[in-house]
């Protein structure tokens, strides 16, 4: 019982914490989502100077701007050290971009913003061979990398990547 009492004293500080986080973000609306999930739709939000959308569980997107872009946010976690997880995108007729933010040791790397349309052609910068890269990319830290090292090649294919810790546009 002694170890049961320790993990949920610590518990309580990660509510504590979580509870701190979301009060930041200003997201009172508490929807007890993943706070990954919040987080990366704030820091979305904040780099595209867009407005999350008003319900934590809108179908499709998750972000509007006011140029009428819709972006769903989505994350993908990872060890510093070495990939363990990859992510399928997967746009629909619901966005017109996809996002996709970066966590290495827990701490955002990067955010890639890929348009919902002309994906293709982005596989193919990316040198997919899978099917449906009209509407799916099977992202890997090697496509990561590749997109992160020629930043200018993938703009002209309409993908955004802002990087750590200055959160820039790279082009």
Do not use: C
Request: hydrophobic share 45%; proline share 4%.
């Amino acid at each position: 019982m002694i170890k049961l009492e320790k993990v949920l004293s610590t518990y309580q500080k990660y509510i504590e914490a979580r509870n701190a986080l979301l009060d930041e973000l200003n997201l009172t609306q508490r929807s007890n989502r993943d706070p990954l999930s919040e987080f990366s739709e704030w820091l979305v939000a904040a780099l595209v100077n867009g407005s999350l959308a008003a319900s934590r569980v809108q179908k499709g997107w998750d972000v509007s701007t006011a140029s009428g872009e819709k972006i769903q946010v989505k994350y993908l976690a990872n060890p510093s050290d070495k990939w363990v997880n990859e992510h399928l995108v997967v746009v629909n007729e619901f966005m017109t971009a996809y996002a996709l933010v970066l966590y290495e040791a827990l701490l955002p790397v990067a955010v890639i913003i890929f348009p919902a349309t002309g994906l293709e052609s982005v596989g193919m910068a990316l040198g997919k061979k899978h099917g449906n890269l009209k509407t799916t990319i099977q992202f890997t830290r090697y496509n990561y990398w590749k997109i992160r090292d020629n930043p200018a090649t993938f703009a002209a294919v309409g993908v955004r990547l802002f990087r750590a810790p200055d959160w820039k546009l790279q082009a």
